[in-house]
Each structure stands twice: as C-alpha cells, then as structure tokens.
C-alpha cells in the first residue's frame, strides 16, 4: 500500500513558480496595447477583403444601380429618359430666345433647356448666345463667360479680355448690337433681371470705347 506523500515531497516533485518567472508576465497596459493591435489587424483584413469582394461583383455587374444619380441634372435626365417628367409635367424644357444680331436686327433663335439653378441657366444661355456669334465670327473663339449671379434686379456678366477685344474689333454700332442682344437675353428670359452689368476678369471695367462697359445696361422703349 502506498504511503501519502507529504508537502515536500510535492514542492520536489512541481516546484513552485519563483518570482523571476512570476515578473515576466507582461504588464496590463502591453497586454491591452496588444489584443487592440490584434483587433485593429482584424479589421483591416476584414475591410480589405470585402472591398476586393464588392470590386469584384461590381465589375461583374451584380451590384450595379444604374438609377443613382449625383446631381439635379442627373435627376432631371433620368425623369425625362423614363418618361416620367414628360407624363405628369414635373419636368418641363423650356425654350430660351437668344437675340443674335444678324445685319442690323437680331434673329431669335431657340435654346431648350430642363430649368435648374437660375445663374446657370442663365450663364448657359449666355454661353450659347457666344457660341453663336463665334460661328459667324462676331466674337472671337476665346471669349468666355467666366461667372454669372444676380443681385435683384441686376445681372453681372463676368468676361475674360477677349471679349472687350472682340468689340474694339468691330463698329461702335456693331457692339451696340451686339450688347444689346445680350441684355434682351437675359432681362427677357429670367425675369426679374432689368439691368445687366459687366465684369471683366473679375473687375469693374475701365473701356468706354466703342461700348461703355461701365454703367448698367438696360433695355429702352422700343429696343
């Protein structure tokens, strides 16, 4: 029969940990620094194989809507492309009238739009009316419309030097024309505009020849 073994024979058969070994457990604040590491690596796998994933389908074509859109534009489009904007009139083209001077009257021409933010319907309108003379070599091929906005009744029209060129380049009665078309553009089509002033790369201008651009323009009786 076999004797108990006491105490000391079990402290020789599993010694007891010494305090050395006891001291090389790592502290709190590193074991917690390291399971976050581990979390974080975890995550970011996690992330990088689902996005390789959705790439994948994407390419493929499974998770494609082709009815999200970006911008109002975009929504209009897609109304009109689905018949919807055309069937219930939530969504209407407009038929904007550009005064281009043609000999010494203008001839209106159409410019049909889906109406959006007001400055730049307006500065599209514009643009085209430019296009237009650029086409019959009024203007030349430089002249943009750099920015468009309103304060109440006023439209300030911001061109580049090309422009001002471009009526130094033709009859005092040629730019007059020419301007007015632009005001009966924009005062006839975008109510409430009355008055149109310019800018030219940003600053009030200084050319009063042949066309004053420095004062406001607007339409007179009869023009």
């Known amino acids: 029969m076999k004797e108990p073994i006491d105490q000391q024979e079990m402290e020789a058969i599993i010694p007891r940990r010494t305090r050395d070994e006891e001291a090389q457990k790592a502290k709190l604040p590193y074991r917690i620094i390291a399971w976050v590491s581990v979390i974080a690596l975890c995550f970011a796998v996690g992330y990088g194989s689902t996005s390789l994933v959705l790439r994948y389908l994407d390419k493929r074509g499974v ?8 911008s109002g534009s975009d929504a209009a489009r897609l109304l009109v492309e689905s018949g919807a904007g ?3 009139g939530s969504v209407q083209r407009v038929a904007v009238r550009l ?22 319907d ?15 070599n009024v203007l030349k091929d430089e002249v943009q419309v750099l920015h468009l906005f309103r304060s109440g009744e006023t439209a ?29 553009t924009l005062t006839e089509n ?7 002033r310019f800018l030219v790369n940003g600053r009030e201008p200084v050319e009063k020849e042949p066309i004053d651009l420095t004062v406001a323009w607007t339409l007179g009786a009869g023009s």
């Open 63 to 70: 998770t494609s809507e082709k009815d999200v859109v970006s």
């Open 86 to 88: 055309s069937a219930s």
């Open 99 to 120: 005064y281009v001077p043609e000999g010494d009257a203008f001839k209106i021409q159409t410019l049909e739009m889906i109406p959006g933010v007001f400055e730049d």
């Open 122 to 136: 307006a500065r599209r309108s514009l643009s085209e009316l430019f296009a237009r003379l650029k086409s019959q």
């Open 156 to 184: 300030y029209v911001d061109v580049n030097a090309p422009f001002v060129a471009s009526l130094q380049a033709i009859t005092a009665e040629e730019g007059l024309l020419l301007v007015t078309g632009i005001v009966r």
């Open 190 to 196: 975008f109510a409430p505009l009355s008055r149109v």
